[in-house]
Antibody, heavy 118, light 107 residues
Framework: EVQLVESGGGLVQPGGSLRLSCVASGFTFSNYAMHWVRQAPGKGLEYVSSISSGGTNIYYADSVKGRFTISRDISKNTLYLQMGSLRAEDMGLYYC???????????WGQGTLVIVSS | EIVMTQSPATLSVSLGERATLSCRASQSVSINLAWYQQKPGQAPRLLIYGASTRATGIPARFSGSGSGTEFTLTISSLQSEDFAVYYCQQYNNWPRTFGQGTEVEIK
């Protein structure tokens, strides 16, 4: 069974940093590209960042470019999102998502909540 | 960036009735369109990909159609467990973009 379990969310002050993690199981992690998608409270879904299966191709939404860094550790089956210079508009639930071989999102984690507030 | 527009924002439907949800792309996305269902407090779940292919385990009452810029998700006979928010997403271009969602509520 495919499982994606996020952690690392919490309360952080504006301008602060946070590192999110997503532990994957039930599939060969190294074979799949992985994405982060977020959802502000009561709002819709927004693509944040993605990393290819081999880790060489990395993309970011314009809204987070230069502030967030995505990475993966194949030995630990773990996806990361290092978030810096956090703003109120970064607040929300962050989902770890697996990209299928046909490029749609086939599995989602339960999300980890990031709250940016002083 | 491709803008995805869903309509209506809210759809009020009775149990057993048919629901039709629309999604429009600001430019062609071919058939690279997926639909997701999200219930309160839960992560989104894949329903449809390739505009019309049901994901594993999705009941036959869910169907998708369309190509290019116009897409439709149809729920043929609404069940109580179908009341949720539905999102369309294009995966033809970067960045991947979602519609704002259609909430299907009980009439």
């Amino acid at each position: 069974e495919v499982q994606l379990v996020e952690s690392g969310g919490g309360l952080v002050q504006p301008g602060g940093s946070l590192r999110l993690s997503c532990v994957a199981s039930g599939f060969t992690f190294s074979n799949y590209a992985m994405h982060w998608v977020r959802q502000a409270p009561g709002k819709g879904l927004e693509y944040v960042s993605s990393i290819s299966s081999g880790g060489t191709n990395i993309y970011y939404a314009d809204s987070v470019k230069g502030r967030f860094t995505i990475s993966r550790d194949i030995s630990k089956n773990t996806l990361y999102l290092q978030m810096g210079s956090l703003r109120a508009e970064d607040m929300g639930l962050y989902y770890c998502v697996r990209l299928s071989s046909a490029y749609f999102y086939d599995y989602w984690g339960q999300g980890t909540l990031v709250i940016v507030s002083s | 960036e491709i803008v995805m527009t869903q309509s209506p924002a809210t759809l009020s439907v009775s149990l057993g009735e048919r629901a039709t949800l629309s999604c429009r792309a600001s430019q062609s996305v071919s058939i690279n369109l997926a639909w997701y269902q999200q219930k309160p407090g839960q992560a989104p779940r894949l329903l449809i990909y390739g505009a019309s292919t049901r994901a594993t385990g999705i009941p036959a009452r869910f169907s998708g159609s369309g190509s290019g810029t116009e897409f439709t998700l149809t729920i043929s006979s609404l069940q109580s467990e179908d009341f949720a928010v539905y999102y369309c997403q294009q995966y033809n271009n970067w960045p991947r973009t979602f519609g704002q969602g259609t909430e299907v509520e009980i009439k």
